[in-house]
């Protein structure tokens, strides 16, 4: 039995990389752990977000979270500001955190470009937030997308840090990374991962998108020169389509391949659009058949479990770096 933590931005819709990379093995880690999962708001506004929205995102995410199979009744589950001991951590934990090591950070690296002209602080010191969200539960894994590893990193190099200075208060933590899926590509370019922000909705698949839109979507998907459906290393949109048949099928890469020997890509493309509309619409009936004020009490119940966890490690944290 592990702690496991982990937590997704509310920013536009999840797409199918979120699901696979995290949010799979989330629901699989139910049993027999402790698990926390929740909605990281104020990561979310290091972006601007308009304000209406940014309360909807949040609302749908939670519903997503329950329509694909967490279970409050075995999960922690809850909005990041409601439990105030995050940001408060984050704080202290700047306080050790070096300028080089942040500016290190790919995803910083990413966003300050996208984002040319609004490179907040917050955007900076954005990973030190997430360090702050996982040690304060005493997290020992972490089930995240390979683009998150290296956060998950500079977490434990706080964690060792503050160890040394203070005396052993943290748990240092691990990133859990899936074998496969952990890094899903995008449709439009298989040289960058699949992500909610890429200019184009050809990129990615919303968790929300039509069965059309699936269809056109996977119809539009990149492929490699040549008819075979075949992986390998030189073919990296077709092995980004067969990861991703393979997850949502249970059926694995060779299976695959063998099953569509010698039928070219457009009967492969037709199989994986409908897979992925199986999946889709039952997901999308139970999102839509649960209710704002469930949602709204789930989490409601959720921050006063996490608050009452995380005040008891705050006050621990004081304690020892001599905070009255
Ligand atoms: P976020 O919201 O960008 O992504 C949520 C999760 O989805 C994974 N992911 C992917 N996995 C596979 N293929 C992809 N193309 C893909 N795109 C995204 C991410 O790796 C992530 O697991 N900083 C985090 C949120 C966070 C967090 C935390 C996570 C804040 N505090 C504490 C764990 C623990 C983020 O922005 O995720």
Do not use: C
Request: proline share 3%; glycine share 6%; net charge neutral.
């Amino acid at each position: 039995m592990s702690r496991i933590l982990s937590a997704v931005q509310p920013t536009n819709n999840l797409h199918i990389g979120n699901y696979l990379g995290a949010i799979k093995q989330w629901v699989e880690l139910q049993e027999g752990n402790e698990t926390l999962f929740f909605i990281v708001d104020l990561h979310a506004l290091t972006v601007y977000q308009k304000p209406e929205t940014l309360s909807q995102n949040i609302l749908d995410v939670a519903r997503m979270y329950l329509a694909l199979g967490l279970n409050p009744n075995k999960s922690i589950m809850f909005v990041q500001s409601h439990v105030k001991e995050h940001a408060e951590l984050a704080w202290i934990l700047g306080t050790i955190t070096k300028m080089g090591e942040l500016e290190r950070m790919t995803q910083f690296k990413d966003k300050s470009a996208q984002h040319a002209n609004n490179i907040n602080a917050g955007m900076f010191t954005y990973p030190v937030l997430m360090a702050a969200d996982i040690l304060l539960y005493d997290t020992e894994k972490v089930p995240v997308g390979e683009d998150q590893k290296q956060h998950v990193e500079l977490t434990r190099d706080l964690a060792e840090r503050f160890n040394k200075l203070y005396g052993k208060v943290f748990t240092v933590p691990e990133p859990l990374i899936s074998k496969s899926g952990a890094r899903i590509m995008g449709l439009d370019d298989p040289a960058k991962k699949m992500s909610k922000s890429a200019a184009s909705a050809y990129n990615y698949i919303s968790l929300l998108d039509d069965v059309q839109t699936v269809k056109k979507k996977i119809k539009k998907a990149v492929t490699d020169s040549g008819t075979e459906v075949m992986g390998g290393a030189s073919r990296p949109a077709l092995n980004n389509l067969l990861t991703i048949y393979s997850l949502f099928s249970g059926k694995s890469v060779s299976a695959l391949e063998k099953e569509f020997a010698g039928k070219g890509y457009g009967n492969f493309k037709d199989g994986l659009a409908d897979t992925l509309n199986a999946f889709l619409e039952e997901f999308q009936e139970k999102f839509h058949a649960i209710k704002e004020s469930e949602v709204r009490d789930i989490l409601a119940d959720g921050a006063a479990r996490a608050v009452a966890r995380a005040a008891l490690k705050m006050a621990q944290i004081k304690e020892t770096i001599g905070l009255l």
